[in-house]
């Protein structure tokens, strides 16, 4: 069998009695419509690796392989491997079915194992309730992706690419934006989803910047930014006390008296440069 004769995807799902767990977050994408734009989001996919995270029964997945890409589909609901790998018997060795944890696997390894050589970028439908984490593991951690595009419940899609001053402006956008370029590519509403969730989703694309700061810079940045984030509404005076408050704010060159809604990334960089400079 190949990929264009494979049954509708409500089809392959009502065969095995399969539908989605909402202990896993899971909200399938059924429309091939849909999830062949998504994977265009992700630029070109042929010669590439891909890794998929929660598949499911597999919508996006088949886009992904339509695109050209060797896709490594990284599946914790054992449910869905007998599916999921009657779509890899008709890939013509172009996908990999792995199940494992998300948040536990080493990207580059499963790369390196199923797609030796190949430029790897991440496109995923995430699990909604392991999404923010995920997203975190990719940006700080040492996985060579080149893009990533990703779907998550809109408010998270809009904080990851908020800007100073902004309602969702945080922690998350400043540790997304220090590390990628990032931006909201589209939007769909809750009823294009088996089943349909309460809340509207997005896509983000991301691409790594060239100044992407290095793993030492990463780790002080996430420590400025758990503290004045985790007291948002205080001066930074107040919510860095911690590591320095005023002097932190002066050896940065910023106002001590602002908070942290209000600082833009690159302030947020230097406060971490100041941390790290410490003896």
Request: hydrophobic letters at 50%; aromatic letters at 4%; glycine letters at 8%.
């Amino acid at each position: 069998m190949r990929l264009e004769d494979l049954p509708p995807l409500r089809d392959s799902l009502a065969a095995h009695g399969l539908m989605a767990k909402k202990s896993f977050g899971q909200h399938f994408l059924l429309d091939l419509n849909v999830t062949r734009k998504i994977a265009r989001l992700a630029g070109p996919l042929e010669g590439r690796a891909v890794v998929e995270v929660g598949p499911g029964p597999g919508g996006l997945t088949r886009a992904l392989l339509e695109a050209g890409a060797r896709v490594i589909a990284v599946e914790k609901d054992r449910r869905f491997l007998p599916l999921l790998e009657e779509l890899a018997a008709a890939a013509d060795g172009a996908l990999s079915v792995v199940e494992a944890d998300a948040l536990e696997v080493d990207e580059a390894a499963l790369a390196a194992a199923h797609a030796p050589g190949l430029p790897l970028r991440i496109v995923s439908n995430l699990p909604y309730n392991v999404g923010t984490p995920l997203l975190v593991k990719w940006l700080v951690g040492s996985t060579p992706w080149e893009a990533m595009a990703l779907m998550f419940q809109k408010e998270v899609a809009r904080r990851i690419v908020a800007c100073p001053g902004d309602a969702d402006y945080g922690r998350l956008s400043v540790i997304s934006q220090a590390v990628a370029h990032a931006r909201l590519e589209l939007t769909l509403p809750a009823r294009a989803f088996t089943p349909p969730p309460k809340v509207d989703s997005a896509v983000v694309v991301l691409t790594p910047r060239d100044d992407r700061p290095g793993a030492e810079r990463l780790k002080a940045l996430e420590t400025v930014t758990a503290a004045a984030f985790g007291q948002r509404r205080k001066m930074l005076r107040s919510s860095l006390k911690t590591l320095g408050g005023e002097a932190l704010c002066a050896a940065a060159g910023i106002d001590p008296n602002a908070r942290a809604e209000t600082v833009p990334v690159e302030g947020f960089l230097k406060m971490a440069d100041a941390v790290a400079a410490r003896p």
